[in-house]
T-cell receptor, first 110, second 109 residues
Framework: DAGVTQSPTHLIKTRGQQVTLRCSPKSGHDTVSWYQQALGQGPQFIFQYYEEEERQRGNFPDRFSGHQFPNYSSELNVNALLLGDSALYLC?????????FGPGTRLTVT | RKEVEQDPGPFNVPEGATVAFNCTYSNSASQSFFWYRQDCRKEPKLLMSVYSSGNEDGRFTAQLNRASQYISLLIRDSKLSDSATYLCVVPLNTDKLIFGTGTRLQVFP
């Protein structure tokens, strides 16, 4: 049984560019959450998708948007990248409170 | 008061020692709590769930004190492989997990 997968593993972008990160949930999970983890900090909730709709959102600007597909996989899009967007982006899937994380995508903005 | 607060450490302990981490939370309505373990540059992994007063799994014991709004994690007989960052997690609801900044544990021989 495959766990949560994310792609790509690493990414380097320039300020002002746009990026798309991808996530496939654990088999049987229908809910996907996205988190941003800066160095030395705990993960910060970005938003959650369920039934292809954004269910709840954290304190992130509109530059951060997402999508969930009928097969429950999800994308995170970030527009107009800033240096401060450099972080580990984690996807987690769940069916209840317990969330299981993918390996993350490490984004570096230069 | 922060939603979830942890002592960042690091806690440096010898193999075989017992170590305890505390975590305080502000949302008195929270019903369930989690401890995640995160190794350097890896994803967090669920270590323990706490739905009532406590939970025990081998060398690991989690306890919940609702009156004082804190959760603790006790690790007995520490192993070198226990070295990691331990994240306290409090759900605001089924959608949103609030993570503490983590407590770093280093077990030395």
């Amino acid at each position: 049984d495959a766990g949560v997968t994310q792609s790509p593993t690493h990414l380097i972008k320039t300020r002002g560019q746009q990026v798309t990160l991808r996530c496939s949930p654990k088999s049987g999970h229908d809910t996907v959450s996205w988190y941003q983890q800066a160095l030395g900090q705990g993960p910060q909730f970005i938003f959650q998708y369920y039934e292809e709709e954004e269910r709840q959102r954290g304190n992130f600007p509109d530059r951060f948007s997402g999508h969930q597909f009928p097969n429950y996989s999800s994308e995170l899009n970030v527009n107009a990248l800033l240096l401060g967007d450099s972080a580990l982006y984690l996807c987690a899937s769940s069916v209840s409170y317990e969330q299981y994380f993918g390996p993350g995508t490490r984004l570096t903005v230069t | 008061r922060k939603e979830v607060e942890q002592d960042p450490g690091p806690f440096n302990v010898p193999e075989g020692a017992t170590v305890a981490f505390n975590c305080t939370y502000s949302n008195s309505a929270s019903q369930s709590f989690f401890w995640y373990r995160q190794d350097c540059r890896k994803e967090p992994k669920l270590l323990m769930s706490v739905y009532s007063s406590g939970n025990e799994d081998g060398r690991f014991t989690a306890q919940l004190n609702r009156a004082s709004q804190y959760i603790s994690l006790l690790i007995r007989d520490s192993k070198l492989s226990d070295s990691a960052t331990y994240l306290c997690v409090v759900p605001l609801n089924t959608d949103k997990l609030i993570f503490g900044t983590g407590t770093r544990l280093q077990v030395f021989p």
